[in-house]
């Protein structure tokens, strides 16, 4: 049962514009959310987080919104850049403090 | 300072064998967690250990397991190991509070023949 979807799993996006990722979660238990970006042959990097009283949280070029009601979070970079080309997790973390990421969604900058 | 350093990078086995991997966390992190991705998969995580103890569990096969040393180092073992079990196997070190920032290692790819 994934708990943390993706389900876009590629995005395709022109340089300078914006680029949309979404994720979707089930636990309303979830109280904190993060994204991270992988590159090829390394690994993750965490990239920005919200915490669940928050419903948007900005750092540069990344925002990050979170809808608690239709359990959403997205992750907006603004402008796009060719070196943003990475796959992007979404994670969320239980009650538990256990850390569950999303399937990915790969993205690709274009000039 | 050094980052999350894991040990072998790149291993074949063959089917029915075990692994061993190995993973040095940053200093002063006590929280080691570890992670499977595969394609399509994402990260699923398989285990977390902190101060030598295993403090949350995945839903992998007792075939899985981990320990902590006291110098917070970690390794995870995979026995009789399956074909399924080719994949990117990703180590994270933290202070172990609960913000979730991970330090993820490179990692250590495994492909069973």
């Known amino acids: 049962d994934q708990q943390v979807k993706q389900n876009s799993p590629s995005l395709s996006v022109q340089e300078g514009r914006i680029s949309i990722l979404n994720c979707d979660y089930t636990?309303?238990?979830?109280?904190?959310f993060l994204w991270y970006k992988k590159y090829p042959a390394e690994g993750p990097t965490f990239l920005i987080s919200?915490?669940?009283?928050?419903d948007k949280n900005e750092d540069g070029r990344f925002t990050v919104f979170l809808n608690k009601s239709a359990k959403h979070l997205s992750l907006h970079i603004v402008p796009s850049q060719p070196g943003d080309s990475a796959v992007y997790f979404c994670?969320?973390?239980?009650?538990?403090?256990?850390?569950?990421f999303g399937t990915g969604t790969r993205l690709q900058v274009f000039p | 300072k050094a980052g999350v350093t894991q040990t072998p990078r790149y291993l074949i086995k063959t089917r029915g064998q075990q692994v061993t991997l190995s993973c040095s966390p940053i200093?002063?992190?006590?929280?080691v967690s570890w992670y499977q991705q595969t394609p399509g998969q994402g990260l699923q995580f398989l285990f977390e250990?902190?101060?030598?103890?295993?403090?949350n569990k995945g839903n992998f096969p007792g075939r899985f397991s981990g320990r902590q040393f006291s110098n917070s180092r970690s390794e995870m073992n995979v026995s009789t190991l399956e074909l399924g079990d080719s994949a990117l196997y990703l180590c994270?070190?933290?202070?172990?509070?609960?913000?979730?920032?991970?330090?993820f290692g490179e990692g250590s790819r495994l492909t069973v023949l």
């Open positions: 994270a070190s933290s202070l172990g509070s609960h913000t979730g920032e991970l330090f």
């Open positions: 636990n309303s238990m979830f109280d904190y």
């Open positions: 919200i915490s669940s009283i928050k």
């Open positions: 994670a969320a973390i239980t009650n538990t403090d256990k850390l569950i």
């Open positions: 200093s002063g992190h006590r929280s």
């Open positions: 250990y902190f101060s030598e103890t295993q403090r």
